[in-house]
Every structure is written in structure tokens, then in C-alpha cells.
């Protein structure tokens, strides 16, 4: 445990014995495939922490860096390229299928609409454009203006809601049921499934990249605890279909790390069914959502060890400790160090180590999902 750290409150946490003995169905191999066909594609750094391995008393620590994805600052983009792919390819088929019959026509462009806290807004409309097609972006309050105009940026309509991000999913959807209008939403529910597994799947290309770089790095086994930021759980989902598919070797303890201001998953967790909490202000704009995602519950359920949920003060914190190890992330990425921090240190770290399993040669993982350019480290006024 590290000096003078056991003063520190207990954060907001919960354990889940038995999660790294629950498996699943693996995410399909044409993903990583469809990404490394892209220009732009490059595997993002994974950059090593000596720093915070000392302070956690752990083997070796590293972070994902997805400040630099496909040309935006954030990870988002690798599951809206790959399902707008998909909504694309499955729009042409059908468009060739109808030219056979009696009414066929060239379909003309269609518009891409979806609801947002920023990065994946900002993804849906760059692939849009980039493909000649339209974007609509619904943004709730509370998303930092510069973030609000990168979208506008994309050629994208930016429709700002005065309510949560909840109300802009609903009423993205409800613009969504126009003719040639899709929805590419990054959450689901029940009859809404197919494109958010899409959005889930090409995520998966982050975690395949993860495994070629430890093993680069001589950890041939792969990582003891992966650190995963949540909003409405689609990455955590992709992080569980990841590392659970595995039929043998190691597997690793996940966390999920939430505002404190937006716990959905770790109250869900807790009464062990998918539940709707109010959210308040954070500066982890990203990550403030109110319900899980419909398809992303049963994985997380099944196989998250653990969920711990931080203040706004320890994402900045922690953003500021990346940013001298040379490191760009923004409130929502820095939760995973914020989390594993929160988790190793102060009451009761002693229970929650051994809980997830870790002892000094352990590796950890913390999932950095966004630069400081996507999301301004700010809370705008509601």
C-alpha cells in the first residue's frame, strides 16, 4: 500500500467474486481487419508508467493512449467507422437486391443521427462526411462548447437538447424515424440492438492492439487488471467480450470507473439489474449517462470483477499526472487511473487489492480514451 494512504475515505465500490471464470462469444476477426485497411489507421501508444507502479505497489502499469484515433482525439471513432461500414454496405446490398425488381432506384445519401456527450458525435459525423453521407448530432447540456463546435465542425446539423443525455438519445431517435435516417447509437434497448453491437465490435480492434504491444513489451501473458472508464458500458462491454472469450490462460480483473455524479453501472451492479440513476455536473462529460446500455448489461454483469466510482477532483488530478508523464488525456480518460488510484489507496485498499487479485508483479491496464482536445476540462453551466 502506498505511504500515507491509508487516511484516504473508501470510495464508492463494489466486488464481484467468481467474474474472471465467466466466458462469452469473441468479437469477429474482420473488425481489425476493416481498421488496418483505413489510411489514417495506426495502433494508438501504449506508453508505460514506471511512476505509478511505485505508488501502487504493482509489477508494471501502462496506458492506452487514445488521444490520436483515426484523426480525432478519441476512441470513439473505431466503432462508428466500422458500423457505419456495415449500415453502409447492408444499404447497398439492399439498394442492388431492389434494382431487380419492379421499383428499384439508386438510393441517394442518407442521414446518420445519433445522440452524444462529444467523441462519438464527432466520429459519426466525420465518417459521414467522409463518405458523402449527412449527420444530425443531439448534444445534452452540459458538454463544453468547443466540443459541441468540433462536431458543427464535421459538417454536422448539432441539435443542442436542454436535458440529460438520456433525453437526447430519445429524441435522436425520434428523428431517426424519417425516411433515410438511421440511428447510430452507441447504447441499446430492447428492438434497438444491431448497430450498437456494431459500435461494440469495432472496439475491439483497441483490446487485439493492446495484446501485441504487452507481448512487445515482454508481458507474454497479458495483463492482471484492465481499467475501463464507463458511460453507458459499450467499451467495458467490448473489454469483457475481449478478455472473457478467452477458453484458457490468464484472465484478468476488469474495473469499470464511473462519475460519481453518473454511477448507472455500479448502482446496477449493485441491485444486480440494469437501472436509471439522475445524474448531476462532472467534468467527465463523456462518461455522464444515466442507463446502461441495453446489450452492454449482461456482459458487464457476467464479467466485471469490480466498479468504483470517482469524484471530479480525482479525474483532474489524475489527468494532470498524465499530462507530466507526457500523456494527453481529458477528464473522461484519466478515470481509468483515477479509478485503479481510488481503488489501491486509502480504507480498505488492503480488501479491494486482494480482491481483485493483484500482488507486486502484477500489470495493469488503464484504458485512456480521449486527449485533452475532446473533451474541455470544464463544467459548463445547466
Known amino acids: 500500500m502506498p505511504k ?10 463494489l466486488a464481484r467474486p467468481g467474474a474472471r471464470l465467466w466466458r462469452c462469444a469473441s468479437a469477429p476477426v474482420e473488425v481489425r481487419r476493416f481498421h488496418s485497411s483505413l489510411a489514417d489507421y495506426a495502433p494508438t501508444p501504449l506508453t508505460e508508467l514506471p511512476s505509478s507502479a511505485r505508488e501502487w505497489d504493482v509489477g508494471r502499469v501502462f ?29 447497398a446490398a439492399d439498394a442492388a437486391d431492389a434494382a431487380h425488381g419492379a ?23 466525420r465518417m459521414a462526411h467522409r463518405l458523402g453521407q449527412r449527420a444530425h448530432v443531439f448534444v445534452p447540456r452540459g458538454v463544453h462548447p468547443q466540443a459541441v463546435a468540433a462536431i458543427a465542425a464535421e459538417q454536422a446539423q448539432v441539435t443542442e437538447v436542454s436535458g440529460t443525455y438520456d433525453t437526447a438519445v430519445r429524441l435522436a431517435a425520434e428523428r431517426a424515424g424519417a425516411p433515410d435516417a438511421i440511428l447510430v447509437q452507441d447504447t441499446a434497448w430492447p428492438g434497438y440492438e444491431q448497430i450498437p453491437g456494431w459500435i461494440v465490435e469495432g472496439y475491439s480492434t483497441l483490446c487485439a492492439e493492446i495484446d501485441e504491444q504487452l507481448a512487445a513489451a515482454g508481458v507474454v501473458e497479458g495483463p492482471d487488471l484492465v481499467s475501463v472508464p464507463v458511460g453507458v458500458g459499450s467499451l467495458a462491454q467490448a473489454v469483457v467480450t475481449h478478455y472473457r472469450s478467452r477458453p484458457a490462460g490468464r484472465a484478468p480483473a476488469l474495473l469499470s470507473v464511473e462519475p460519481e455524479a453518473a454511477p448507472c453501472v455500479l448502482e446496477s451492479l449493485t441491485l444486480d439489474e440494469p437501472v436509471s440513476v439522475t445524474t448531476r455536473d462532472t467534468i467527465m462529460a ?59 489507496t486509502g480504507t480498505g485498499a488492503r480488501e479491494r487489492r486482494t480482491a481483485l487479485g493483484l500482488g507486486s508483479a502484477s500489470v495493469v491496464v488503464l484504458l485512456s480514451t480521449e486527449g485533452t482536445a475532446a473533451n474541455p476540462r470544464a463544467i459548463t453551466s445547466r
Do not use: M, Q, Y
Open 4 to 13: 500515507n494512504a491509508s487516511s484516504l475515505p473508501a470510495p464508492p465500490w
Open 63 to 91: 496506458v492506452k493512449d487514445e488521444s490520436w484515433r483515426l484523426g480525432l482525439p478519441a476512441f470513439k471513432a473505431l466503432g462508428a467507422s466500422w458500423a457505419i461500414h456495415r449500415i453502409l454496405a447492408e444499404r
Open 103 to 125: 421499383h428499384g432506384a439508386e438510393r441517394g445519401p442518407v442521414t446518420l443521427v445519433t445522440a452524444t456527450d462529444g467523441n462519438h458525435g464527432r466520429a459519426v459525423a
Open 286 to 344: 463523456g462518461l455522464n449517462c444515466g442507463t446502461p446500455s441495453g446489450i452492454a448489461w449482461p456482459l458487464l454483469r457476467g464479467g466485471l470483477d469490480a466498479a468504483v466510482a470517482v469524484t471530479d477532483a480525482d479525474s483532474a488530478r489524475a489527468a494532470a499526472d498524465l499530462a507530466a508523464l507526457g500523456v494527453s488525456s481529458g477528464p473522461c480518460g484519466a478515470a481509468a487511473l483515477a479509478g485503479v488510484r481510488a481503488t489501491l
